[in-house]
């Protein structure tokens, strides 16, 4: 799969059909750090694991404001994700002035699903190279929606996902639990996606307040971020507070986790 | 390269004047079309609804009202063909949101003095409320349980302002908006007894066919029939 004459340009087909290009920048997003997004009917959470380079450093921040009413969770190239967060807010704003309203994230996400595709169209470019779960409220039916782009271009709704390393564990969790989320308050929604994300911690490591963050949008909610001393409370209440290995159902992937996050 | 700036309104229509009442909103327009002191056309519409949802009237000048639903017709079939969820399901332009995106053309056009010589009335049912806008040429914007352009500011207001309740049936207010229009057009030179009344509520959005106000008794009113002052039964004083 790797390596081979046909993966040089984006604008190159291998003889299978497939962009290998693109592929690879997926992979990018599966070596970022997990993020997990789940809703009920009057909320939208994102979750994520915080990587930090070593002792000394920050934890690297993987949830964006975009708006009152949209909040975004990134998984791969911190740099990318950045660049599209600041695309997206300046489209909010417009949308803002000019009708007055904030902008549906169905029209957003679906203006963003179409700036990925140009990027694996094109000879000069590359794709983006970072995996994005939106959640948001749209103002003209009041619910509630969750997003996930990919590096592809394609544009998927859902009630529950989760991306980045050793999310299959996390996605596996929000399966068997995802039809108690509609009637799930916020709190509950919060505690579900902490315990997600604990299945997605590598080896020895915990989910703590340092490395967790939990962002809130909801119909009379506007965008919260609940860190640090806020966020141990949720943490309290976690049932599995350590990934045993036995869970682990991915390999662990040990490649330049210092670029992504 | 001079560019040309709007100086003034050449083809004109006169006020719309509209109401919110119990149930909807109801907007009300002659359809003369006047070229300076000129009664240039008898049958024009001035108000037109948007996607089946919402009513926009105008005053003032025609060919800026014409070149205005242009833009907004498109901006109208762009919100229903255009995002990928439009596809699955209906999304469309609501009445606030066009009176906003018409207040931030209308403003961008005077800030460059080059305006929309119009004011813009926008009337539509959304979230279980009624809604009624005016846009002037500047981008004035006011949402108002009354509205009335041009002379209808000065010889319908107080009518209405008079004789509204919010809890106005539909017949109610028709009577009230078709007395608002006679007035006009006793008192407006540049109005007419042909009128369009437009509707909309929460199932509906129409404009009836032009028809004329009975206006038969006219002459006949009081201050038409006795002498006053020094002129002879003309209605002056």
């Keep these: 799969m790797f390596r081979n004459q046909y993966d040089t340009d984006v604008t190159v087909w291998s003889p299978e059909g497939r962009l290998l290009q693109v592929e690879y920048a997926m992979e990018s997003v599966k070596q970022g750090s997990a993020c997990v997004g789940l809703r009920s009917n009057d909320y939208c959470v994102l979750g994520a694991l915080k990587r930090s380079v070593s002792e000394l450093s920050s934890h690297q921040k993987k949830l964006l404001e975009i708006d009152d009413h949209m909040a975004m969770g990134i998984a791969g190239l911190t740099a990318d994700a950045r660049s599209l967060a600041k695309y997206m807010r300046n489209e909010c704003l417009n949308h803002k002035y000019v ?153 662990e992937s040990e490649v330049a986790e210092a670029m992504e996050t | 390269m001079a560019n040309k700036h709007t100086t003034r309104p050449i083809t004109t229509g006169t006020s719309v004047v509209g109401l919110v009442y119990d149930g909807g909103v109801l907007l009300a327009a002659d359809t003369l079309l006047s070229y300076g002191s000129m009664a240039k056309s008898f049958n024009t519409p001035r108000m037109v609804s948007i996607a089946d949802r919402v009513l926009l009237g105008a005053s003032g000048e025609y060919s800026d009202f014409q070149e205005i639903v242009s833009r907004v017709e498109a901006l109208a079939l762009a919100e229903t063909t255009q995002s990928m969820e439009s596809v699955y399901d209906e999304r469309t332009l609501s009445a606030k949101s066009l009176w906003n995106y018409l207040r931030a053309v209308m403003y961008q056009k005077r800030s460059k003095m080059n305006p929309f010589w119009n004011d813009l009335v926008v009337a539509g049912f959304e979230n279980d409320a009624p809604f009624l806008g005016v846009i002037d040429k500047l981008g004035t914007t006011l949402q108002e349980n009354l509205v009335a352009t041009g002379f209808g500011g000065y010889l319908a207001m107080p009518l209405l302002r008079e004789k509204w309740r919010p809890d106005l049936s539909e017949g109610e207010a028709r009577a009230l908006l078709e007395d608002c229009m006679k007035v006009l057009f006793y008192r407006d030179c540049r109005a007419s007894a042909r009128i369009q009344l437009a509707k ?23 201050s038409m029939q006795r002498a006053v002052g020094d002129l002879d039964g003309d209605g002056g004083w």
Aim: hydrophobic content about 30%.
């Design chain 2, 200 to 222: 909309v509520t929460k199932d509906t959005c129409i404009i009836s066919e032009p028809y004329e106000l009975d206006h038969s008794n006219g002459w006949n009113a009081p």
């Design chain 1, 99 to 251: 009708y007055g309203d904030n902008i549906p994230p169905a029209v957003l996400m679906s203006d963003l699903a179409d700036k990925h595709q140009r990027t694996t169209q094109t000879y000069v470019r590359r794709p983006f190279g970072v995996g994005l779960l939106v959640a948001g409220v749209d103002p003209q039916r009041n619910s509630c929606h969750l997003y996930q782009t990919c590096p592809s271009g394609n544009l998927y709704e859902f009630y529950a996902s989760a991306i980045g390393a050793r999310s299959q564990s996390a996605r596996t969790y929000l399966e068997k639990h995802y039809e108690s989320f509609p009637a799930s308050s916020k709190d509950e929604l919060i505690v579900h996606a902490l315990q997600a994300l604990v299945g997605c911690v590598s080896g020895d490591d915990e989910l703590t307040k340092e490395n967790g963050s939990i962002a809130v949008v909801g119909k009379n909610q506007n965008y919260i971020l609940i860190e640090g001393e806020e966020l141990q409370p949720y943490l309290d209440k976690l049932e599995i507070k350590r990934n045993d290995d036995d869970d682990a159902e991915e390999e």
